[in-house]
């Protein structure tokens, strides 16, 4: 009966307007797996889809279902048996497993780890928090800023970084026009709005964030703001993370300076960082600087990534090989990590590429 009567619901709303942009979905759907998994997280690549496919989605497929609509589908889908102890199967918040990958498959980042960890568990542990998480991630290219946004998906999402309640943004290629900035100030809002009234927890990426247009942060820095709501939905369940090579230099500055002085790379503390980094980002160019996000001081932290050592190589070379299956040793380890390129130059101290070649590095190692 609750099927039959989802099914005429479907129906009656499907004739009433262009309810299912298909092809729109269609276009968003490939474009956003096509990238993450061929320039990110280096899956099987397809050919890539020419720029009138590359805009941000607006419009979700459910979004336009009154609420009554969306209560009767959730009882359907119960009844089916696919509900969870949580009342969404989607979200699983699984803390445990974010601290051992944050662990055991990140190298070389105490700090992110401690960071990252105690702000997402405490955030998920907060449902009543006054507003949504912000994060943002700054470092070298290479360093693990992507690598750590996709295990906090792995460990919050049934489905990681493919589910539903999770989107990723990436500057140069969703919003590459300035004529176009406040088109894409809608669709943005628009996206956001939709995925929000979607899922009761929602995690938003924006890649190379430091691209971003200042109008274009403006225009979303309600959703992140001490706001119950806005416009009638409350944004509070939702975190935002915002990666960028913005303070890579201070970083490594400050790492430098540490093992010049004899320190351990384990005693930087983010007493030595949080400061500069802030400030750094404040007089840096482009969207962040001039943004309400930082003058509104609405970042709940900055999360430093600190230069990876030639160890710390070894150790993703390690993991690239055991991801495929292949056993190795020492000496193909260090001949990977001696591939490599280093700076300073006289001390060749830290990886200019970090971890983020290494998987293709090793196929020329390959027997």
Not at 8 to 18: G, M, V
Not at 119 to 127: D, H, K
Not at 245 to 260: E, S, Y
Not at 329 to 351: H, I, W
Request: contains cysteine.
């Amino acid at each position: 009966m609750l099927l039959r009567c989802f099914l005429a619901a479907l129906c009656a709303l499907s004739a009433e307007a262009d309810f299912f942009p298909l092809d729109s979905i269609s276009n968003v759907s490939s474009y956003y797996f096509n990238y993450i998994y061929c320039n990110i997280w280096e899956g099987e690549c397809q050919p890539h889809q020419d720029d009138a496919a590359q805009q941000v989605p607006t419009r979700d497929l459910w979004a336009g279902f009154p609420q009554d609509y969306m209560s009767l589908m959730h009882q359907w889908y119960c009844s089916l048996g696919q509900c969870c102890d949580s009342g969404d199967c989607r979200i699983t918040n699984n803390i445990t497993g974010l601290a051992k990958d944050l662990q055991t498959k990140l190298h070389g980042q105490h700090l992110v780890q401690s960071v990252v960890l105690k702000a997402v568990q405490g955030f998920i542990n907060s449902p009543e928090s006054n507003k949504p998480l912000t994060l943002s991630f700054h470092g070298w290219s290479g360093t693990g800023k992507n690598f750590v946004a996709r295990i906090i998906a792995d460990n919050l999402y049934r489905d990681g970084v493919k589910s539903e309640c999770v989107r990723l943004f990436i500057a140069p290629f969703h919003f590459p026009h300035a004529r176009l900035v406040d088109t894409y100030k809608g669709q943005l809002r628009e996206a956001i709005r939709d995925l929000v009234l979607r899922c009761p927890q929602t995690l938003f990426i924006f890649d190379e964030a430091e691209k971003l247009h200042p109008g274009l942060i403006d225009a979303i820095k309600p959703f992140m703001d001490h706001y119950d709501n806005v416009d009638g939905v409350s944004y509070r369940r939702a975190l935002f993370l915002f990666l960028s090579n913005i303070g890579g230099a201070t970083i490594n500055d400050v790492a430098l300076d540490f093992w010049h002085s004899g320190q351990n790379r384990e005693d930087i503390g983010m007493e030595d960082l949080e400061h500069r980094l802030r400030a750094e980002t404040m007089e840096s160019h482009g969207g962040f600087a001039q943004s309400e996000l930082m003058s509104g001081h609405l970042i709940d932290f900055f999360v430093p990534f600190l230069p990876l050592e030639y160890r710390h190589v070894k150790l993703c070379a390690r993991d690239a090989y055991t991801a495929r299956g292949l056993e190795t040793d020492e000496a193909t380890l260090d001949e990977v990590a001696k591939a490599m390129l280093y700076v300073p130059k006289e001390e060749r101290l830290f990886s200019a590429q970090g971890c983020k070649s290494i998987p293709q590095r090793i196929n020329f190692f390959l027997p």
